[in-house]
C-alpha cells in the first residue's frame, strides 16, 4: 500500500537545474527617456510606488534626482535617445549617480513589453543583474572639448552652404569666376566679390584683383567676369558673402574657445620639444593657433607622425576618444568599438558573415578620411591600401587601412610607441615573398620546381 504517489522527475541523469539569477546592483534605477516626460523605475521594495514619472523641466529632474537619492539609489541605467539623456545624465551625475548610458541595440524590446512603464522596469531589471554595458564616454574636460569641435563643424558646414549661394548668384549673372578661380573662396575670388558688390562692373578692374599666386591669367579673368548684373542676382550675392563673413567671425570665436579648452587640460611636465610636422601646409578649415604644439604638450607624444593623421585630425580623434586608452584592455576592443573589426556571426562552426557593422561613429569616419589620404602616398600605409583594393576593392581597403592607423594611434597613446613608416618597399617585398611562396607551394603539389631567375629585358 502507498502512502503517497511518487512524482515523477524529469531530471536525466548528466543534467543540472540552472541557478537563478542573482541581483549584482540591488539598489538600481532604470529610465526610459522621452522628449517632454521621463519614467523612472525602482526596486519594487524600496518604494510603494516603484514607477514613476517626472517632466523633462530642470526643476523636475532634480525632483528625480532626490527621490533617487532619497531611496538610496547607487546607480542609474538609462537608453541614449536622442540628446533628450544629455540634462539627465548630467543632473544624476552631479549629484554622485553613477549612470550607465546603454545602446539602445542591447536593451532590445522583447514581445509583451509596449508600454513605457515597462519598458523602465525593464531597464531596471537588466541593470540590476548586470546584463547592461555602459557605452563610452569620456570625462567632463574631453567632453567639453568634443561640443565646442563637433560645433565648429557645424559652422563649417554652414559657411560652405552660403559659399553655394555665392557661385549659384554668379550663375545667375553668368559670370564663369568659379571656372576660373578654384575656389571662390580664396584671395583672388572674395577680393573680385567685394568689389562687384561695391558696385565695380568693369572687368578689367575687377581681373586687377588676382593674386600672384592664382594660376588663371589676368585675360581669363577678365573674360569670365563680363556678365548681366541685374539688381537682384546683386543683392544675392552680397547677403552670401555677408552671411560667409559671419560665419567666419564665429570660427574665429570658436578656436579661441577650443585653445582656451585644450589649454586648461592637464599638460605633460617634462616634454621634449614636438619633432617638426611631416607637412607645413596649413589647410584651409584647421584651427587658427598652434594645434601641433599644444596637443604635443598635451599628451606628450606626437600623433601626427602617423601617416594621414594631422593636426586637426588629431585633435578631433582625440576629442572623440578621450586620452586614456585604459578604457580598452586591449586594441582589438578599441577597433571593435570603432567598428572596424570584422564582425563575427558563427552558427554551427560556420562563419554567416564577417562584415563590419553599420555605425554613426565620428572618430572611425575620420580614420576613414586619413585612409584615403594616404592612398596616394609612397609610404608603408599607401602600398599597404594599394595591394588590398587591387584583391578586395577599396571599400574594404579603406576600412582596413583605417584600422591599421587606428591600431597606430592606440599604441602611440597607450605605450608611448613611436610610429615609424617602414616605407612603400616594405609591403611590396612582404607581398613578393608571399606570392613566390604561394608560387612553390603550388608547383610543389603538382610535382614541379620553382626556379628564381631574372626576367628577359624587354619581354612583355
Not at 107 to 136: C, E, M
Not at 206 to 234: F, W
Not at 388 to 397: C, T, Y
Request: aromatic share 6%; proline share 5%; glycine share 6%.
Amino acid at each position: 500500500m502507498w502512502s503517497a504517489e511518487r512524482v515523477p522527475s524529469n531530471k536525466t541523469k548528466g543534467t543540472r537545474t540552472p541557478a537563478a539569477l542573482t541581483p549584482i546592483h540591488r539598489r538600481a534605477a532604470g529610465i526610459d527617456i522621452g522628449s517632454r516626460f521621463h519614467l523612472v523605475a525602482v526596486p519594487p521594495d524600496l518604494d510603494a510606488e516603484p514607477v514613476r514619472s517626472f517632466r523633462g523641466f530642470t526643476a523636475d529632474l532634480n525632483q528625480l534626482a532626490d527621490w533617487l537619492v532619497s531611496l538610496g539609489i547607487t546607480t542609474v541605467a538609462m537608453e541614449s535617445t536622442g540628446i533628450y539623456w544629455v540634462p539627465v545624465f548630467e543632473i544624476l551625475e552631479a549629484r554622485g549617480l553613477e549612470v550607465v548610458l546603454v545602446n539602445a541595440r542591447d536593451a532590445k524590446n522583447v514581445p509583451g513589453r509596449k508600454t513605457d512603464v515597462n519598458d523602465a522596469q525593464w531597464i531596471q531589471q537588466l541593470h540590476s543583474y548586470g546584463l547592461l554595458r555602459a557605452s563610452f564616454r569620456p570625462g567632463a574636460e574631453i567632453v567639453a572639448l568634443r561640443a565646442y569641435l563637433r560645433h565648429r563643424e557645424r559652422l563649417i558646414e554652414y559657411a560652405a552652404s552660403h559659399a553655394q549661394h555665392m557661385q549659384k548668384a554668379l550663375m545667375q549673372m553668368n559670370l564663369q569666376l568659379h571656372h576660373v578661380v578654384s575656389d571662390i573662396t580664396g584671395v583672388t575670388g572674395l577680393k573680385i566679390l567685394r568689389a562687384i558688390i561695391g558696385g565695380e562692373r568693369d572687368p578689367e578692374v575687377l581681373a586687377a584683383h588676382r593674386d600672384v599666386r592664382c594660376k588663371a591669367s589676368v585675360e581669363t579673368i577678365c573674360e569670365a567676369l563680363t556678365g548681366n548684373y541685374r539688381p537682384e542676382h546683386v543683392f544675392a550675392l552680397r547677403q552670401a558673402v555677408e552671411l560667409y563673413d559671419a560665419y567666419q567671425a564665429k570660427l574665429q570665436d570658436c578656436d579661441a574657445e577650443i585653445e582656451r579648452t585644450v589649454r586648461a587640460l592637464p599638460q605633460r611636465e617634462t616634454v621634449a620639444p614636438p619633432p617638426p610636422p611631416r607637412s607645413r601646409k596649413v589647410q584651409r578649415n584647421e584651427p587658427r593657433f598652434d594645434v601641433h604644439a599644444l596637443l604635443h604638450a598635451m599628451l606628450g607624444v606626437d600623433l601626427t607622425q602617423i601617416n594621414g593623421l594631422g593636426p586637426s585630425s588629431a585633435l578631433r580623434i582625440v576629442a572623440e576618444c578621450g586620452t586614456d586608452m585604459t578604457r580598452w584592455p586591449t586594441v582589438k576592443h578599441f577597433t571593435s568599438w570603432l567598428t572596424l573589426a570584422p564582425g563575427t556571426k558563427i552558427s554551427g562552426g560556420k562563419v554567416l558573415s564577417s562584415r563590419t557593422r553599420p555605425s554613426a561613429n565620428r572618430a572611425a569616419a575620420m580614420l576613414r578620411l586619413a585612409a584615403v589620404s594616404v592612398s596616394r602616398t609612397s609610404t608603408g600605409l599607401g602600398a599597404f591600401f594599394r595591394q588590398l583594393a587591387a584583391r578586395i576593392g577599396k571599400a574594404k581597403a579603406i576600412t582596413a587601412t583605417a584600422r591599421k592607423i587606428a591600431v597606430f594611434f592606440y599604441n602611440t597613446l597607450r605605450h608611448g610607441s613611436a610610429y615609424v613608416d617602414p616605407g612603400a618597399n616594405y609591403y611590396e617585398e612582404r607581398y613578393r615573398q608571399r606570392s613566390i611562396a604561394n608560387l612553390r607551394r603550388r608547383a610543389d603539389a603538382l610535382g614541379l620546381t620553382l626556379v628564381e631567375g631574372q626576367a628577359a629585358a624587354g619581354a612583355s
